[in-house]
Nanobody, 128 residues
């Protein structure tokens, strides 16, 4: 069973940095794409960064301040936080999707893919 777990959320001041982490376990396929998404109150869930072995995609809104790194986990490093970054941040893994277009496709159209396994999300609150 695939399990996804995020950690590292919290409350910060505008201008500060934050690192979120995502661990994925139970994968039985070598083909998958991991995505970071966020959902602000009253808004749709949006993809901010999606990556696999071939590509790392960032949405235009965040590409100058968000960066992903990988160790034993997938990390989302956020710098120069703004109040507009306040949201629940989710990690997800789409199994069976890979290749250099997968990052953009998953981040833009996650509802089109199955299966997609989600973590429970972590809150990020940015105060001005």
């Amino acid at each position: 069973q695939v399990q996804v777990m995020e950690s590292g959320g919290g409350s910060v001041q505008a201008g500060e940095s934050l690192r979120l982490s995502c661990t994925v376990s139970g994968l039985t396929s070598d083909v998958y794409t991991v995505g970071w998404f966020r959902q602000a109150p009253g808004k749709e869930r949006e993809g901010v960064s999606c990556l696999n072995d071939e590509v790392t995609y960032y949405s235009d809104d965040v590409k100058d301040r968000f960066a992903v790194s990988r160790s034993s986990a997938y990390h989302l490093n956020i710098s120069s936080l703004k109040p507009d970054d306040t949201a629940m941040y989710y990690c997800a893994v789409a199994v069976g999707i890979g290749g250099n277009e997968a990052g953009r496709l998953l981040c833009s159209n996650y509802r089109f893919f199955t299966p997609v396994y989600w973590g429970q999300g972590v809150p990020v609150t940015v105060s001005s």
